[in-house]
């Protein structure tokens, strides 16, 4: 039996915070159950990081940060309502691109995510990596930042952001835009955490394999949010 997980290649962004090169940047790799991938609270999560090289960098970051659950980190109201409000407003007058992210053991497609790749977001990396390197200490350089819109009936299942196949995937952090919708909550099961998501707020994690994690399903409305991916510089 084998199991299907996605490999994302990376973003580029332009001069304007654009999310560009959507399509063809993903490779898809099948695993074999209980050989060679990493598996999380019995689901397989993607290939065994430590079957890739890393930089001495990376291990010393990935030494320093260690597990703990206090790598998970939340700055309330970090953007105001108002801002939230004008972003969610400015995704109304364009469409959004829309790729798999999740498939199926018959490589079908189950998780559809909407980007939105055409707005002028690139104003708040700045702030971001600023918390980001003055909570975590050490240097990061951003390589992606969007907003994303999931709908109801949408989730993400358990994964993990970076497994050693991406080059900028070692930082997680997500701007959440709006209140108005149900579910959508992030869970880390193996730190037993779980976190709802509020207007404004900021979470940080590490990307690397102590930090699987899922999103709970959306059971109404629509959950906005602006992702951003940091590197190791």
Same mark, same amino acid.
């Given at each position: 039996?084998?199991?299907?997980?996605? &490999?994302?290649?990376?973003?580029?962004?332009?001069?304007?915070?654009?999310?560009?090169? #959507? @399509? /063809?940047? !993903?490779? =898809?790799?099948?695993?074999?159950?209980?050989?060679?991938?990493?598996?999380?609270?019995?689901?397989?999560?993607?290939?065994?990081?430590?079957?890739?090289?890393?930089?001495?960098?990376?291990?010393?970051?990935?030494?320093?940060?260690?597990?703990?659950?206090?790598?998970?980190?939340?700055?309330?109201?970090?953007?105001?309502?108002?801002?939230?409000?004008?972003?969610?407003?400015?995704?109304?007058?364009?469409?959004?691109?829309?790729?798999?992210?999740?498939?199926?053991?018959?490589?079908?497609?189950?998780?559809?995510?909407?980007?939105? &790749?055409?707005?002028?977001?690139?104003?708040?990396?700045?702030?971001?990596?600023?918390? #980001? @390197? /003055?909570? !975590?200490? =050490?240097?990061?350089?951003?390589?992606?930042?969007?907003?994303?819109?999931?709908?109801?009936?949408?989730?993400?299942?358990?994964?993990?952001?970076?497994?050693?196949?991406?080059?900028?995937?070692?930082?997680?952090?997500?701007?959440?835009?709006?209140?108005?919708?149900?579910?959508?909550?992030?869970?880390?099961?193996?730190?037993?955490?779980?976190?709802?998501?509020?207007?404004?707020?900021?979470?940080?994690?590490?990307?690397?394999?102590?930090?699987?994690?899922?999103?709970?399903?959306?059971?109404?409305?629509?959950?906005?949010?602006?992702?951003?991916?940091?590197?190791?510089?």
């Amino acid at each position: 039996m084998f199991d299907f997980y996605m &490999v994302y290649n990376g973003y580029m962004n332009n001069d304007n915070g654009i999310e560009q090169g #959507l @399509e /063809g940047h !993903y490779d =898809f790799k099948a695993i074999r159950s209980n050989e060679e991938g990493l598996t999380i609270n019995g689901k397989i999560v993607g290939q065994d990081p430590s079957k890739f090289d890393r930089s001495e960098l990376y291990k010393k970051n990935f030494e320093k940060m260690g597990n703990s659950i206090e790598n998970i980190k939340i700055i309330e109201n970090f953007i105001s309502d108002a801002e939230c409000d004008i972003l969610v407003s400015l995704t109304k007058r364009t469409k959004p691109k829309e790729f798999p992210v999740q498939w199926d053991h018959n490589f079908k497609p189950v998780v559809i995510r909407k980007t939105y &790749v055409d707005l002028p977001v690139r104003i708040y990396v700045p702030i971001v990596q600023e918390a #980001l @390197e /003055g909570t !975590y200490e =050490f240097p990061v350089v951003n390589r992606s930042v969007s907003i994303a819109r999931w709908d109801t009936g949408d989730k993400l299942d358990l994964h993990v952001d970076d497994l050693g196949t991406t080059n900028y995937n070692h930082m997680a952090t997500l701007i959440y835009l709006n209140n108005d919708y149900e579910g959508g909550e992030i869970v880390f099961p193996t730190h037993d955490f779980s976190y709802k998501p509020k207007m404004g707020d900021l979470i940080m994690f590490p990307g690397n394999m102590h930090y699987a994690h899922e999103v709970k399903t959306i059971t109404s409305g629509s959950r906005y949010s602006m992702p951003m991916w940091f590197e190791f510089v």
